[in-house]
T-cell receptor, first 113, second 111 residues
Framework: EAQVTQNPRYLITVTGKKLTVTCSQN?????MSWYRQDPGLGLRQIYY???????DKGDVPEGYKVSRKEKRNFPLILESPSPNQTSLYFC???FGRGLDEQYFGPGTRLTVT | TQLLEQSPQFLSIQEGENLTVYCNSS?????LQWYRQEPGEGPVLLVT?????EVKKLKRLTFQFGDARKDSSLHITAAQPGDTGLYLC???????????FGTGTLLAVQP
């Protein structure tokens, strides 16, 4: 089954404790991205990757890191989480950028206290 | 910065009613997509429109792209509880061919 998986689905952590949210897709997509979703703001892109070893900042990259060592995986790293990073996070993948359909993971709800 | 504003932000209606959701911008988009997101899941693509004035139908859902490609609408006829969810428009535009999401419309259809 074609899908994007994220782990964990729920995470409660404390300020400053490094964490990683994993994302994996099995569709051989080249383009992957991370979004955060906050009420009234829609989905905002954090980082994206056009291919292996190619990553770039989205609209709200501050406080986040990503890596793309393999085509299927695109982890999101929060080196020192802060309460303003409490949000619902989605990983997405597609064949390319722009018009191509984005396939989203089920989301990770992160709470930073 | 390109922005997509959706209205209304919230909508609660009874089963069988009709509704329209609007997606507006001051910028031109080369194409526009509509997604639906159900609780606990990620958004799922419903439709992509690429030509100004284009109308697409998906069962009881009708999507229209504005003539100037700055706005779009989603009309649902005879809404059903299964239509409940968050509806997101997303436009492709700019030199970077970037996908920009709207602010979302949360729809609740009561049985």
């Amino acid at each position: 089954e074609a899908q994007v998986t994220q782990n964990p689905r729920y995470l409660i952590t404390v300020t400053g404790k490094k964490l990683t949210v994993t994302c994996s897709q099995n569709m051989n997509h080249e383009y992957m991205s991370w979004y955060r979703q906050d009420p009234g703001l829609g989905l905002r892109q954090i980082y994206y990757s056009m291919n292996v070893e190619v990553t770039d900042k989205g609209d709200v990259p501050e406080g986040y890191k990503v890596s793309r060592k393999e085509k299927r995986n695109f982890p999101l790293i929060l080196e020192s989480p802060s309460p303003n990073q409490t949000s619902l996070y989605f990983c997405a993948s597609s064949f390319g950028r722009g018009l191509d359909e984005q396939y989203f993971g089920p989301g990770t709800r992160l709470t930073v206290t | 910065t390109q922005l997509l504003e959706q209205s209304p932000q919230f909508l609660s209606i009874q089963e069988g009613e009709n509704l329209t959701v609007y997606c507006n911008s001051s910028s031109v988009f080369s194409s526009l997509q509509w997604y639906r997101q159900e609780p606990g899941e990620g958004p799922v693509l419903l439709v992509t429109v690429v030509t100004g004035g284009e109308v697409k139908k998906l069962k009881r859902l009708t999507f229209q792209f504005g003539d100037a490609r700055k706005d779009s609408s989603l009309h649902i006829t005879a809404a059903q509880p299964g239509d409940t969810g968050l509806y997101l428009c997303a436009g492709v535009g700019g030199a970077t061919n970037k996908l920009i999401f709207g602010t979302g419309t949360l729809l609740a259809v009561q049985p």
